[in-house]
């Protein structure tokens, strides 16, 4: 009656429902860019409506001059999201994602399927080097599909993320990789190598730089 919108979503199991839930309750109360929740009866999530103009479109329509400001929002937006969930203590108490190593082995696996399906030359990889980069050093609340598409340019110019259901502990460089690995996210070398300087030690877990 009022004009207002809000969005409700279902997920496929009520055990992610609650999780993402009992995750963006805990952000909002920190501050975090991520929407409010309204209410929830264990199945049915409400959340407020962030806007309608999603960071994969404001990109789509940006100059290439543009989408490093975007994507340098959309960065320091994770980042502020990862401290708020330190600050309350969700590091510490959510289930850890992409830990098995049968999945780390099969995600090793790809470059030479990719390979198979293309008919060309497999790439010659140090397999367990790499398995030991994407190993979980210490396990951090993750949004883990930080896709362009799953944030928000609200009308402040600012940017929130929402769909949280498959969050979890992991490291924190695979929202900075999901996001400038998006398919959305243009190939800009130039934007990409200033914006790893600007952003990697806020992503960077306990690796060193070099690492």
């Not at 309608?52 to 320091?76: H, K, P, T, W």
Request: aromatic share 6%; hydrophobic share 45%.
């Amino acid at each position: 009656e009022d004009g207002r919108v809000a969005f409700g979503t279902r997920r496929e199991s009520p055990r992610l429902a609650a999780l993402e839930a009992r995750v963006l309750k805990k952000l909002g109360a920190e501050g975090a860019a991520v929407p409010k929740i309204l209410a929830f009866n264990g199945l049915v999530l409400i959340q407020e409506d962030l806007g309608e103009r999603r960071l994969s479109q404001a990109i789509d329509e940006a100059a290439d001059a543009e989408v490093q400001a975007l994507l340098s929002q959309a960065l320091g937006s994770l980042a502020q999201i990862h401290r708020a969930a330190e600050a309350a203590g969700l590091d510490d108490n959510l289930p850890s994602i992409g830990r098995d190593e049968p999945w780390l082995w099969g995600l090793l696996n790809q470059p030479f399927v990719i390979s198979k399906e293309l008919r060309i030359s497999a790439p010659d990889l140090d397999q367990e080097a790499l398995l030991a980069c994407i190993r979980i050093k210490k396990p951090r609340l993750i949004k883990w599909d930080a896709r362009c598409g799953n944030a928000i340019v609200k009308d402040d110019g600012t940017i929130a993320w929402f769909d949280w259901e498959h969050c979890g502990r992991r490291n924190r460089l695979d929202d900075l990789i999901w996001l400038l690995g998006d398919e959305f996210t243009p190939n800009l070398p130039d934007a990409e190598e200033a914006l790893l300087r600007e952003y990697l030690p806020a992503f960077a877990d306990n690796f060193t730089m070099d690492e």
